[in-house]
């Protein structure tokens, strides 16, 4: 029997990453496990311990690919910071509706603090921190007198908590989150809250 080529090797770990990434989409974490990955791959489950060493690395793999699952291409143009940063929380919140294997990941974060989640969302962490500094490099620097991590872990956290309440029953604070026109008026606060934190944001848009 001829042994796996290369190709061989990385077909199939394609293939075990889709299938896990559809088990939890669709079925959610609950029925996230070896059995069921491999029942969706169509494969023994033995594979995932050969190529991934078990769950907890499957998971890991599957983390670092989210940023290509989210799509997150966005082309922005070089500018100001806040303009940047509106750009890129104003596409990453699009991108995160649009994806429900990433919204039942950060729900799984919210209520296990096992190995495979950890592993899962330290992945998914490195992966889009990765793709957040690359696109801010084309930023100038934020303003010196800001502290602008804490700004901008408050509005991610904004945009991750209304993804999750879309699915889970479609309102927060009086907003009916099922309306195209609700999600307008979010971008638009978004705008705004971004502006009013980076004053040169506003600079910037006059200026173009």
């Excluded at 042994?3 to 090797?9: A, G, K, L, Q, V």
């Excluded at 945009?159 to 609700?182: N, V, W, Y």
Aim: charged share 25%.
């Amino acid at each position: 029997m001829s042994r796996p080529t290369e190709r061989d090797r990385d077909a199939t770990r394609a293939r075990l990453l889709d299938a896990a990434a559809q088990v939890l989409s669709r079925k959610g974490y609950s029925d996230f496990g070896v059995n069921a990955v491999a029942r969706e791959a169509g494969c023994d489950k033995v594979l995932i311990y050969r190529y991934f060493g078990g769950l907890e690395g499957l998971a890991q793999a599957l983390g670092e690919r989210l940023d290509v699952w989210l799509r997150l291409d966005l082309p922005l143009a070089p500018g100001g910071y806040g303009m940047v940063m509106g750009g890129l929380l104003g596409g990453y919140l699009q991108a995160l509706r649009a994806n429900g294997l990433v919204k039942r990941i950060l729900a799984w974060e919210l209520v296990d603090t096992g190995p495979t989640v950890r592993a899962l969302g330290a992945a998914k962490s490195r992966a889009v921190s990765a793709w957040f500094q690359r696109a801010r490099a084309q930023a100038a620097p934020p303003p010196a007198d800001l502290d602008a991590p804490a700004i901008n872990a408050i509005l991610l956290a904004a945009a991750h908590h209304l993804a999750l309440r879309e699915d889970h029953d479609g309102t927060f604070a009086g907003l009916d989150l099922t309306q195209p026109d609700t999600w307008r008026r979010i971008e638009t606060a978004m705008d705004l809250l971004i502006a009013r934190a980076y004053p040169a944001a506003a600079e910037d848009r006059r200026h173009d």
